[in-house]
């Protein structure tokens, strides 16, 4: 009896954890499409070669709902599709050389310390204030708009003020609706999150 009790107790622990891990994988793919849909909402600046796109809404939830790690192979499962050759960057742009060479350079490394920020500070926490969740979503934000106008200047050689004007300060009305706009979502679905991919 009591081993049959061992047994019974070793599968149902067996399938719990079973449907744990694929319930992270199916947050993973979520982000990672995400992050994706988000390219493709894609508005083109006259005076920059950096486009305004939806992604950011994407990464910085990514952390936040999936922690840490699986926040940020969600976001390393989307730069592989586009290293492949995947039209998944933005403007439908692809490719390995793109993605080491191309303007968005600074904002896609942003991605993957965003989504590790937002985990760790958000990942583990339950009944996260709006206060605080608004506070880390701004600093996300900052982060991925810091490496992006970083990466202007080293690798693509805009003077410093050149890159604050056209890889920073055009970005931050639209940041700031759409880190609101994760803000809300965050906090009033944390329990629900919590559930589906802890």
Known sequence: MVELTKKV??????????SRVARQGIGI???????????????????????????TFFVTLSGAVLGPVNGVVSQICYLMLGCIGLPVFSGAKAGAVWMATGPTVG????????????GLILGNGKNVKISTALLTFVLTSSLILICGTVWLV????????????????????GDLFKLTLATVVFVTQE????????
């Open 9 to 18: 107790v070793g599968v149902f622990t067996a399938e719990l954890a079973f």
């Open 29 to 55: 793919a979520l982000f990672a499409a995400g992050t994706v849909i988000g390219a493709y909402v894609y508005i083109p600046l006259p005076f920059t070669p950096v486009p305004v796109t939806l992604q």
């Open 107 to 118: 904002y896609l490394f942003g991605f993957l310390l965003a989504s590790v920020f937002n």
């Open 154 to 173: 080293v690798g693509m050689k805009f003077t410093v003020a050149d890159a604050v004007m056209k890889g920073f300060v055009p970005f931050i009305p």
């Open 191 to 198: 329990q629900r999150f919590r559930r589906w991919f802890w």
